[in-house]
């Protein structure tokens, strides 16, 4: 099974700020079967990235992700207030076991 | 606009049945790979499995033994079944849309809670 590690676990961070948040699979994944969520207390998870850098509808342009391999990165150019939450990375194993997993979250707070 | 919507109860006796409906809404069930998810408080997300509007299914081996995902495609439903729960199936449970191995839509969530 593929394991998904979010570095870090929490972000301290003003608004206005860029940022960058790493998934690290624990081997070579596909980019096309890695997508980023947003999920804010409360909510069910907002899709933001497929394909490993193809934003969903909707996603402002501000948010990006990029790499490939076992490196993955999501950035937010300049954090607006509404973006503080816990951000999920997850993959799809297109080899046995077939199945999702997703990282362990990286919170962004308000410093 | 498309939206799913769980319900089923939200408390669950240990040992038994834990069973969960998500109704999909202004669009076609058929097409698609349908799927469930759950999140204990506080914890992280973890897929349970999908359904085809065909009625095939894929579950999480973690699970595999004890789940049974259906689909009725006449009542825009699919279900989930999660038998012989204890306290550690206390979560909030997703129902969502697959697109392309991603999950583009998902309902609200429903909080089970399994304690006698």
């Known amino acids: 099974e593929i394991v998904l590690t979010q570095s870090p676990g929490t972000l301290s961070l003003s608004p206005g700020e860029r940022v960058t948040l790493s998934c690290r699979a624990s081997q070579i994944i596909s980019s096309a079967y890695l997508a980023w969520y947003q999920q804010k207390p409360g909510q069910s998870p907002r899709l933001l990235v497929y394909g490993a850098s193809s934003r969903a509808t909707g996603i402002p342009d501000r948010f990006s992700g990029s790499g490939s391999g076992t490196d993955f990165t999501l950035t937010i150019s300049r954090l607006e207030p509404e973006d503080f939450a816990v951000y999920y990375c997850?993959?799809?194993?297109?080899?046995?076991?077939?199945?999702?997993?997703f990282g362990q979250g990286t919170k962004l707070e308000i410093k | 606009q498309l939206q799913l919507q769980e319900s089923g109860p939200g408390l669950v006796r240990p040992s038994e049945t834990l069973s969960l409906t998500c109704t999909v809404s202004?669009?076609?069930?058929?097409?698609?790979?349908w799927n469930w998810f759950r999140q204990p408080p506080g914890k992280g997300l973890e897929w349970i499995g999908d359904v085809y509007y065909s009625g095939s299914t894929n579950y999480n081996p973690s699970l595999k033994s004890r789940v049974s995902i259906s689909v009725d495609t006449s009542k825009s439903q699919f279900s989930l079944k999660l038998n012989s729960v204890t306290a550690a199936d206390t979560a909030v449970y997703y129902c969502a849309r697959e697109l392309g191995r991603y999950f583009d839509l998902w309902g609200r969530g429903t909080l089970v809670t399994v304690s006698s």
């Open positions: 202004g669009g076609s069930i058929s097409t698609y790979y």
């Open positions: 997850q993959q799809y194993g297109d080899s046995p076991p077939f199945i999702y997993t």
